[in-house]
């Protein structure tokens, strides 16, 4: 009992109070010593350059929650065989809520007076010699089963008289939408630092914007864009994409470091050619340009009717991206940690140079690594000598303790080859080991 006490006691002793730390070897080698100093200095210049600098490893980081809201405006003219029109912001912007993302109608083709009746479909849509060829329902119009003979089409039940759109108007119609000015106004929150942004930053004022347009460079902080402006800015010419119509991207980028004073925190405008472009060499996609049609209702004799428009236009999309960044002691302590791992990257290189390519490669083994026999501790030490590996062997006169004895001589001085079959015995006398490489 008192020895198993003992036992328990030494080992909690030991745990408390004993440190353990691995035994390194070194190697006088001027290849491995290069390579892993240039591992080394990979990897630093990885944490700092890349982790730290580029990538700002040692922030936090938090995107925004945003608003947009948007406001055209300019008038446009048209004369259309002689009549002339103006257009207004409430006729060429859809929807009129100032949306992020909206169209402004560049062209357009017009049927004015439409009622709901039956009336021939257009020449060159569903032709017929008879009634048979007019199978009710069997199209996207609901046939009435009759072929009109005047002009050999089917008759249909649908807004008549029916729309022909086969001729778009070429130059644009609304090819002064090209001086309307868009105003945008962008509201962000980053709720992780608490601080909230306007793109109406500090020195944008009542009077600032009444005489600004935004420039790239001149006034890049200026709210309002001129659409022939964004046009060009996206990479596209405004009377082609006019004709049938685009989309282009406006993007509202907040990347803010709050490290600084928050009044550095200020947006950057870019611009995208999202569909489109002139260029494309795609020139037989099944679908061109971006339109859809509009209805305007009203009543005449107490008959409903409407004018319908096919509207071409070019739809602006306000994308907003963010990104804030503050410092943060546990990214960066994360950061620290990661890049200390990756220095063990050197020493396994290094090792495997080492123990699998290097010439002397045995003896580095041997050197490297310390084998035990689990059967027993025997009374003598054993020393494993690598046999491609001459060696030189001093013994001294020792002191045998307990004894009394002094001056002992022992084995004398021997040269040999490695040999696994030697056994000195160290309380008998004081071995000095030479290695000849």
Known sequence: MEKMRNKITNAISDFFFEYETPRQVLVRNRRVGVVCR????????????WVFIYEKGYQSTDTAVSSVFTKMKGVGYTNEDGVEKVWDVADYVFPPQGDASFVVMTNYIITEGQSLGKCPELP???????????????????????????????EVMTWCPVENDTHIPDPPLLMSAENTTLFIKNSVTFPVFGVSRSNLV????????????????????CPIFNMGDIVKLSGFNFETIAKVGGAIGIVVDWTCNFDLAVQHCKPQYTFHGLYGNPNETDKARASV???????????????????????????????????????????????????????????????LVLLYLLPKRAFYKNMKFKYTDTQGQPDNDSFDLDPSVYYGLEAK???????????????????????????FSRSMCSLRLHVFI
């Not at 500090?202 to 902080?221: F, M, Q, R």
């Not at 804030?324 to 994360?334: E, M, N, S």
Request: aromatic share 8%; charged share 20%; hydrophobic share 30%.
């Open 289 to 351: 340009g971006y339109n859809f049609r509009y209805a305007r209702h009203y009543f005449e004799d107490k008959v409903q009717k409407r004018t319908l428009l096919k509207v071409f236009g070019i739809r602006i999309d306000i994308i907003v991206q963010s990104l804030g960044r503050k410092f943060d002691i546990i990214p960066t302590l994360t950061a620290i940690g990661s890049g200390v791992g990756i220095f063990g990257v050197a020493t396994v290189v290094c090792d």
């Open 202 to 221: 500090e020195g944008i004022d009542v009077e600032y914007i009444n005489s600004c347009l935004y420039h790239p460079e001149k006034a890049p902080l």
């Open 124 to 154: 060159g849509k569903h032709n017929c010699t008879s009634n048979g060829d007019c199978e009710r329902g069997n199209y996207k119009r609901k046939m009435t089963g009759i072929c009109n003979n005047v002009t050999n089409t089917c």
């Open 38 to 49: 240039l591992i080394q200095l990979g990897v630093l210049a990885y944490i700092i350059g």
């Open 397 to 423: 006169p020792g002191h045998i303790p307990d004894t009394g004895q002094a001056n002992v001589s022992c084995c004398g001085s021997v040269d040999t080859k490695g040999d696994t079959g030697f056994t």
